[in-house]
């Protein structure tokens, strides 16, 4: 018998239950219930109830029946917060409720009216007086002591792995804390959270292929945004506040893989009168805090291996690294031709209209990179992919951008803010002409962008942390897909 014919065989017997339990005039699917505790509440209540214990506190819990045990006399509810044990015994429940008792099955959604005690063995239990279905399952939850051994059933029917996993529960639960801490701590330091739009005409703040769709009334293209940073800047032109961030989706039209998802969550902040060196300190502040708010320590374990994320972290230049690992420092080659050889032959894939810049940057990229295990802010990146950074105050080859990486990952991303209009305009320039050379991620022109920027931009730092990325690490998870309740998946055929 296949899996689905064994389903469907679970869903007819299920049915049938159905259609008894309307024949004695219970109704499987009510509206409400009035719940009064929850199991972790009640674990907290009566931590120091003493075994074989019994209460007259009188309790409504509610929860999906996940073992059935002595034909029904006890049945395990688990809701939200854990479990509670429910004691069915013709001492306390009326003798019509063992009819719906007999029609229940594992999966089903029950509440319970009933008294506390501790049972001799201690476990805190409900005495039923009274069981209510709320919610008939008609199919049956995967096998308890295998659960979902499908991965990619787990993502795809993401609702059965919670239910089964405590694990996977847990690792959302901790994303929707970390995002909460990150929050925080930035209100705390006066930080104004903002929205910007997700559909633009034109998709800037990154180099990323996006997503296209059309606007029926406007008859136009419209862009899902891949950054939201030139609106970020728009509002930093406009004054509405020093400081300004926002959390929120980013969509990539690129490949998938264990640390890429085509929507992802990203952190992005501003603040006037600061450079990339306040960037480094916020995000080490962020970052070891949420870490201490999640996970108890700064000290982290990611597959195997311990993260110190306790500030200061390392700081260290690209072409240092590079002239570390290497031997070549690319500071010393005056012309494109000899870097653009020395990185083709340290291994480097690089464009045909490669320069200087890419030359480094691609060195970096295939030697450096996977090797950076503890925290390190990688600073001082190349002009030619880094359009909307300030130049180095001292060689105009570089800007003061870094990028942060954890066990050979990429984790932040952040600037001296670009906020010299002529100079933005060129960038700009620069950019459609590698388009032209057939670059889809190239950066397109943005006028009005730069428009703002003539009225006037103050100095400013900026920082993305991939929050996606980040739950990773202090989830200890592996793939991206396990941080994402709803991960981009092919659909099945």
Known sequence: ????????????????????????????YPYVFPVTATAAALDATYKD???????????????????????????DLHDATGKIQVFNHKDFLPPEQFQLLKLLDLGDIVGVDGKIRRTPRGELTVNATRLTLLTKSLLPLPEKYHGLADVETRYRQRYLDL????????TLRDRSRIIASIRRLLTVRGFLEVETPMLQAIPGGAAAKPFVTHHNTLDIDLYLRISPELYLKRLLVGGISDKVFEINRNFRNEGISPRHNPEFTLLELYQAYVDYFAMMEM?????????????????????GQVIDLTPPWKRATMADLVKEKTGIDFLVIAND???CAAARKLGAELPKSATWGHALYGVFEAEIEATLIQPTHVMDFPREVSPLTKAHRTDPRLTERFE?????????????ELNDPVDQLARFDAQMHERDLGDEEAQRLDKDFVTALEYGMPPAGGLGIGIDRLVMLLTDSASIRDVIAFPTLRPRS
């Not at 899996?3 to 005039?25: H, I, M, P, V």
């Not at 239910?163 to 847990?170: G, P, Q």
Request: negative net charge.
């Open 1 to 28: 018998m296949s899996d689905e014919d064994e389903e469907n065989q679970f869903r007819t017997a299920r049915l049938e239950k159905l259609a008894a339990l309307r024949k004695l005039g219970v109704e499987p």
């Open 283 to 303: 995000t080490e502040h962020l970052i070891a805090e949420t870490a201490r708010e999640v996970c108890g320590t700064t000290h982290v374990t990611y597959q």
């Open 337 to 339: 031709a000899e870097a």
């Open 163 to 170: 239910i089964m996993s405590a694990e996977s529960t847990k």
């Open 404 to 416: 942060t990486f954890i066990h050979g990952g990429e984790y932040a991303n952040a600037y001296s």
């Open 49 to 75: 109830l003493s075994a074989g214990t019994n209460t007259n506190d009188v309790v409504a819990v509610a929860g999906r029946v996940r073992a059935v045990r002595n034909n029904g006399m006890f049945l």
